[in-house]
Nanobody
Framework: QVRLVESGGGLVQPGGSLSLSCATS????????MGWFRQAPGKDGEFVAA???????WYGDSAKGRFTVARDSAKRQVYLQIHNLKPEDTGVYLC????????????????WGEGILVTVSS
């Protein structure tokens, strides 16, 4: 059974930094592109960042310059580092796995984590 479990969320002040982790199990990690989506209150889901099996990366417009995605094949985990957090970054962040290449759309994702809340507020 495939499982994606996020950790590292919480309350952060604007301008601060936060690191999210996604632990995976039940899949061949090296064959999946891994990514992050987020959903703010009252808004549709938004693509944030993704990394391919060959370590190529892709970022959503709102994440460029402030977000970094990485993967660790030994630990079978994917990470999202966020800097200079803004109130509009608030939302539930979900880890996603897609066989083969990166998906920037919700319907292209094969597996999802349950999500973890990030709140940016002073």
């Amino acid at each position: 059974q495939v499982r994606l479990v996020e950790s590292g969320g919480g309350l952060v002040q604007p301008g601060g930094s936060l690191s999210l982790s996604c632990a995976t199990s039940g899949l061949t990690f090296s064959e999946y592109a891994m990514g992050w989506f987020r959903q703010a209150p009252g808004k549709d889901g938004e693509f944030v960042a993704a990394i391919s099996p060959s370590d190529g990366t892709w970022y959503g417009d709102s994440a460029k310059g402030r977000f970094t995605v990485a993967r660790d094949s030994a630990k079978r985990q994917v990470y999202l580092q966020i800097h200079n957090l803004k109130p509009e970054d608030t939302g539930v962040y979900l880890c996603a796995a897609t066989a083969g290449s990166i998906s920037t759309t919700v319907n292209g994702v094969d597996y999802w984590g349950e999500g973890i809340l990030v709140t940016v507020s002073s």
